[in-house]
């Protein structure tokens, strides 16, 4: 099978009717219905899917083979991929966040910070989630040009020029 993408997951019912509640993991939210059939994590089920409004903190949906409001209960937590061939070709300097969690991460000498576990975004804008095999808690970095001048996704390294004190 080919690489899978999580792209989102549902949320629950959003109504009686069959529709869900969905989460959205796309950078437009909507768009999240480009990607269909949408899949769970083995491939095993598939859904077509058709955004029928947004609310708060995602959207609403019909989804196929989802008919009613304890079918979308059940699916609760379901998280939905897409094949990565669906995804667009980026332009330089920009990157699918699965595609840099699990680089290894330097600073500017070379040694090695540890490994970056999740790129999360809180509205600012996006911050990387660096796991250190010596620390047992994370470090959180900027993710932008000045505190992040290198990422080589081929070599699958970033370098990283933290603010004094942050590491």
């Known amino acids: 099978m080919a690489e899978l993408i999580c792209v989102g ?10 529709e869900v509640r969905l989460k959205s993991f796309t950078s437009i939210p909507v768009s999240i219905a480009d990607y269909a059939p949408l899949l769970t994590e083995k491939g095993e089920k598939k859904f ?3 955004i029928t409004g947004e609310i708060k903190n995602g959207l609403s949906a019909r989804m196929s083979g989802i008919i009613s409001k304890e079918d979308a209960d059940n ?13 667009p070709e980026l332009h330089e300097d ?6 840099l969690i699990g680089l290894s991460v330097e600073n500017l000498e070379g040694n090695h910070l540890g490994k970056i576990k999740s790129v999360l975004n809180h509205g600012a804008s996006d911050l990387l989630e660096i796991q250190s095999e010596s620390e047992k808690k994370s470090i959180l970095i ?4 000045k505190i992040v001048p290198k990422v080589d996704i081929k070599n699958s390294v970033v370098i990283v020029d933290p603010p004094e004190g942050l590491v």
């Open 9 to 18: 997951a549902i949320a629950g019912a959003f109504g009686v009717k069959g």
């Open 48 to 50: 077509e899917v058709v």
């Open 75 to 87: 699916l609760k937590g379901t998280k939905l991929y897409a094949p990565r061939e669906k995804f």
């Open 94 to 99: 920009e990157y699918y966040h699965a595609d």
């Open 142 to 145: 900027p993710f932008t040009r």
